[in-house]
């Protein structure tokens, strides 16, 4: 998963990506032995952010380069998710994420092609609400030997047959997004309509008060998607929207913060809202917590906890274990929005080396006088216990 806020769940991790260290083959493949992590868990407890860059003020963005690695800092992720429609009216979401997490700021020199300090962790998650089914997956692989990797010119992110693709040179888009696992698939190309929308302050995603508690953030809120989705061995032509979040960073998350519940959002009347907030030990919402209203013509409007008015309406008990928020009244009075958000299921819980729900929701609610409805994601973290948000 990745946080969005994007505070990553560093000790859990750490933990289940320091399995490809303890194992003899080249990495994991849709799934790693979850028993196995505790054997390892000491590695997470001793990460440490010495030695790797930190996003500590507002920098300038290059592209193509930004759209490929960081390897001087700790963690990184290339975040997809999507809204998908088929002809006969069936409803799908599908959530495909790429996390590098670095496990030393340099590497020392060895001759072994598997030797690599940048390790590879894949989500890939589908959600078909008429069949009332979710399908999760989770891969892991060394950054040697072409198992996975990034690069920026051409944009290609890749774990084994997962990949984000440009199919272009300079620009990323259009993109070709693909993943895999068992009988499901999905192969998407993807286009923007909107610019890039660079998040907190001209890009510096500030999450706690510690001192390169930051990250670098910038997405892609609006993007057409085309494809195959394949469900039970069936291929099914869909379209839809999608979104993009690209963020690196070293040690984000602070130790008197729980988890998050973040929200991506896309209008109807042609508007994006992207929201986070980080919360405390009693519940409570870090100040913090931010967002960004986009609006139709791609500019962007910083969000403040105190623009915001985040209610939880309904819960969900996960048979796995914990609660979670399932339902939320979202307003922006500043911005006449009134919003309600509810999954499109409530069991989006990814069940994986470290357990959270992200799943898509529908909107409907007023902007102004207005009715508005529209359709998004949400991510939420620390609900539940193995939730991994301890140790950043």
């Given amino acids: 998963m990745r946080p969005h806020c994007h505070p990553i769940p560093v000790g859990a991790l750490v933990a289940a990506m320091a399995l490809l260290l303890t194992s ?23 990460s440490s952010v010495e030695g790797f860059a930190r996003a500590v003020e507002p920098r300038e963005f290059l592209f193509p380069e930004d759209h490929g690695p960081h390897p001087d800092y700790q963690t990184e992720w290339w975040y997809f998710t999507t809204n998908l429609d088929a002809e006969d009216g069936r409803r799908f979401g599908a959530q495909w994420t790429v996390f590098r997490r670095a496990l030393a700021p340099s590497m020392p020199e060895r001759e072994s092609p598997w030797a690599s300090r940048q390790l590879y ?69 993807l286009r923007s309509s909107k610019p890039k929308v660079l998040q907190g302050d001209r890009g510096l995603s500030k999450k706690s008060s510690i001192e ?15 494809g195959t989705l394949r469900i039970d061995g069936e291929d099914v032509p869909v379209t839809g929207s999608a979104w993009l979040d690209r963020e690196w960073s070293t040690s984000v998350l602070a130790p008197w913060q729980k988890g998050w519940d973040w929200f991506s959002v896309q209008l109807d009347d042609g508007r994006e809202l992207m929201f986070y907030e980080l919360r405390l030990e009693d519940g409570s919402a870090d100040p913090a917590s931010s967002g960004v209203l986009v609006d139709v013509d791609g500019g962007s409007i910083p969000l403040t906890l ?18 979670y928020p399932a ?26 080396s470290f357990r959270y729900w992200e799943g898509a929701v529908d909107v409907s609610g007023t902007a102004g006088d207005d009715p508005v409805s529209g359709r998004g994601y949400v991510e939420l973290v620390g609900y539940s216990e193995g939730s991994g948000t301890e140790g950043s």
């Fill in 24 to 46: 003899c083959g080249p990495g994991g493949r849709d799934g790693a032995p979850g028993a196995r992590l505790s054997a390892v868990a000491a590695l997470a407890d001793q």
């Fill in 121 to 189: 962790m894949g989500h890939f998650a589908v959600a078909d609400p008429g069949a009332g089914t979710f399908r999760s997956f989770e891969r892991f692989a060394r950054g040697a030997a072409g198992l996975a990797g990034a690069q920026a010119s051409p944009t290609r992110v890749w774990l084994e047959d997962w990949t984000a693709e440009s199919l272009g040179t300079e620009d990323l888009f259009p993109l070709r997004l693909r993943a895999r696992g068992g009988d499901t698939a999905l192969d998407l190309e």
């Fill in 212 to 226: 390169g508690g930051a990250s670098y953030y910038f997405s892609y809120t609006r993007l057409s998607a085309v």
């Fill in 306 to 323: 105190e623009e915001v008015d985040l209610e939880v309406l309904e819960r969900w008990s996960s048979p796995r274990g914990g609660v």
């Fill in 327 to 352: 339902r939320w009244r979202l307003r922006i009075p500043g911005h006449g929005l009134d919003l309600t958000v509810t999954p499109v299921m409530a069991d989006q819980e990814l069940d994986i």
